[in-house]
């Protein structure tokens, strides 16, 4: 009786609602889970101050996982929130491509603080950097009409020091690398740095692989800085696929319209498409979804999802950009032989150096190797005739 009533329960919503729902739909697969569980350990973990990057292709769901953790993070501080009504959990602000260029900090510092619900934006005050004003034993800037970057700045970080976030999530943060040519891209990346500094809060960069362009810019900021990779499920690995096609039926399950598709049947197709990116995929049937909707149909059929599909040009500049960032991202016994070497250690603790016999002495050299099929340079016996014995 009750899968009935629940049946009729879905019956008396129009299709619209249920594809909004749809929509909205997240689901916990494990490479999402997982990162949602390094990025809480991370924020808790790191010290205050530091910078956390979360990279990955687009698509992946990078902007579902900043949702996860944020419901986790309010989860958590309920109680620090009932003893401080003026803390916030977190703050969320998505840093927003520029129209010419040049990524607007003012624009974004205003968007933070409301955000935030700070009061009074545009008649901010600031410490005093030439002309001041004394009222009392207080020193203020005379606040022209609309506060400048440096002020809204600066209120950000009084707010930030007030209300305690335990973390500050910057979503698309590969649009701060978009500067007018001339600009460093470490000073964009400075005013983040001094931020984080200035009030120790937690700063999370969320974006595509173009923030690999600001890991390692210093060494100080290599230091401070946490790198999460939410990478796409490949289909090189059994196991990603087995969880892709589990994420497949999941779906089908949660589609609004008569299931006459066998979205399992066609995964290789759904794969294809979406590069192995739940998001890509999701966006994807939802899109097939409204198509159908629109065309007075109550099924989903493959021609609908053919003809909502990213183009094979589309898919092979995503698939490029995200090899590249994989590639750019990995870590294997190569490099850190490499980082041994310049350190001048033995590499003997490394997989391949069991294989190779014992260890070196310190006075070896790290790179004199034989390789395999090529003799050692030595000389041969010449001038001796060989005699067999009959």
Known sequence: ??????????????????????RTFTMAHPRLMQAKNELLDAIEGAPPGSLI???????????TLRRKVEESLVEKMIPEMEADPGRLPFVSVEAVAPDNGNFNWRDHFRRT???????????????????VERVGNEQFV???????GYQLQHS????????????????????????????????????IKSIASGTQTIQVLMGTYELLA????????????VDLHLSRYRSENPNDIEIFQNVVLTFQTQLPLADDLNLLGIWD??????????????DWLVRALVATVRAGTTALK????EQTALSVSQCEKILAEARDGEARLAEDDETRRRLRNLLHLSDHSLPYASEQGSPRTAGQSSISRSRPGVRRPKRDPIGHRCVANV
């Open 302 to 305: 493959q021609r609908a999802l």
């Open 142 to 148: 005379s606040c022209p009409r609309s506060a400048t």
């Open 269 to 282: 197709f759904l794969y294809e498409r979406s590069l192995g990116c739940v998001g890509v995929l999701k």
């Open 156 to 191: 950000i970080e009084n707010a930030l020091r007030y209300r305690r976030p335990a973390a500050v999530f910057i979503d698309e943060a590969q649009h701060l690398a978009r500067m007018a040519s001339g600009r460093k891209l470490a000073d964009q990346l400075d005013v």
């Open 214 to 225: 600001f890991r390692n810019l210093s060494g100080q900021l290599s230091r401070r800085s």
């Open 53 to 63: 990057l979360v990279l990955g292709p687009t698509g992946v769901g990078k902007t």
């Open 113 to 131: 603080l409301l955000q935030m619900q700070e009061p009074l934006i545009e008649h901010k005050l600031a410490p005093a950097r030439s002309e």
């Open 1 to 22: 009786m009750a899968s009935v009533a629940l049946l009729g329960s879905e019956c008396r919503h129009s299709l619209p609602e249920r594809i909004a729902k749809f």
